[in-house]
């Protein structure tokens, strides 16, 4: 049984357009984390959300937007895709703030 | 504000000892490590807390100095499952993680 699990895979689209990525947990973890790593591999962290609040909310562009309909999913929207939103962004979960996370096999976007 | 690891490769020989890590100038309240080999996703390998004890995963040891402010990962008689990028996360009480830059770690036969 997949743990933490992201869909699509693979996102390849152009720029300007509007795209989703869906994440759901089976843990029965309270907090849930957006994060983008780069071509560089820097892992840094977008939001965060605990029992459907969201906590975290670094600098970024407000093109994303992230959801959670529930605990168990948390989903992220972008508008108007750029060059730069290239990279793999993974979806972790874990009990609470800070516990041990479980990371999504990644959705890897590339804007053409 | 993040961590600082070092080095940032390493090299080593199957059975060969290395050592690696991380460094804040803040701080800490627990360094978290991870592991991610290529092309997937990182994976949790420890916790270190404040006042805590060594922490172990499999040949793989880490310590925790808060004095200094730094975390230090033990890879010991390495295999080459070993292989991967090591990431410290380090926790100053506000909610989130900050991930170091990585030390990548290649052991070859």
């Known amino acids: 049984d997949t743990a933490v699990s992201q869909t699509p895979k693979y996102l390849v689209t152009q720029m300007g357009n509007d795209k989703s990525i869906k994440c759901e947990q089976n843990?029965?973890?309270?907090?849930m984390y957006w994060y983008k790593q780069d071509s560089k591999k820097f892992l840094k962290i977008m939001f965060s959300?605990?029992?459907?609040?969201?906590?975290i909310n670094e600098t970024v562009p407000n093109r994303f937007s992230p959801k959670s309909p529930d605990k168990a999913h948390l989903n992220l929207h972008i508008n108007s895709l750029e060059l730069g939103d290239s990279a793999v962004y993974f979806c972790?979960?874990?009990?609470?703030?800070?516990?041990?996370?479980?990371f999504g096999d990644g959705t890897r976007l590339s804007i053409l | 504000q993040q961590p600082v690891q070092s080095p940032q490769a390493v090299i080593l020989r199957e059975g060969e000892d290395a050592v690696i890590n991380c460094s804040s100038s803040?701080?800490?309240?627990?360094v978290h490590w991870y592991r991610q080999k290529h092309g997937e996703a990182p994976v949790f390998l420890m916790i270190?807390?404040?006042?805590?004890e060594q922490m172990r995963h499999e040949k793989i040891s880490a310590s925790f100095n808060e004095k200094k402010q730094q975390s230090s990962l033990y890879l010991t008689a390495s295999q080459l499952s070993y292989s991967g990028t090591y990431f410290c996360?380090?926790?100053?009480?506000?909610?989130?993680?900050?991930f170091g830059k990585g030390n990548q770690v290649v052991v070859i036969p």
């Open positions: 972790a979960s874990s009990q609470f703030i800070n516990q041990p996370q479980h």
């Open positions: 843990l029965g973890h309270d907090t």
């Open positions: 959300y605990n029992n459907k609040e969201l906590i």
């Open positions: 803040k701080a800490l309240y627990s």
């Open positions: 270190l807390l404040k006042g805590g």
């Open positions: 996360g380090t926790d100053y009480g506000n909610n989130r993680l900050a």
